[in-house]
């Protein structure tokens, strides 16, 4: 299992921004990285990934209000969340793929609330 760590969660009003990171440690070549999000009583489902070379895609419902970016020197991907809803509470998970499988994140918890 490789290690990652995320930071960045917590409670922001409707309409705030807040920027999540993830931090793979280790020596492994890394294919692809991620962020994916569940929501209560719901299936986890892709926030932003980039897939194969610089490709990324991007959720429907979070298109044009998040970005996702990636350090590759540091094996460390973000998450910058702008105009935010209270649709998007939920806990967001990195995810990344190496060689040796797929790794997750231990989550990070996202509300959006007045």
């Known amino acids: 299992q490789v290690p990652l760590v995320e930071s960045g969660g917590g409670l922001v009003q409707p309409g705030g921004s807040l920027r999540l990171s993830c931090t793979a440690s280790?020596?492994?070549?890394?294919?692809?990285m991620g962020w994916y999000r569940q929501a209560p009583g719901k299936e986890r489902e892709l926030v932003a990934a980039?897939?194969?070379?610089?490709?990324?895609k991007y959720g429907d419902s979070v298109q044009g209000r998040f970005t996702i970016s990636r350090d590759k020197l540091r094996k460390s991907v973000y998450l910058q969340m702008n105009s935010l809803k209270t649709e998007d509470t939920a806990v967001y998970y990195c995810?990344?793929?190496?060689?040796?499988?797929?790794?997750w994140g231990q989550g990070t918890q996202v509300t959006v609330s007045l």
């Open positions: 280790g020596e492994f070549t890394i294919q692809t």
């Open positions: 980039f897939s194969g070379g610089n490709t990324i």
């Open positions: 995810k990344i793929t190496t060689p040796w499988g797929s790794h």
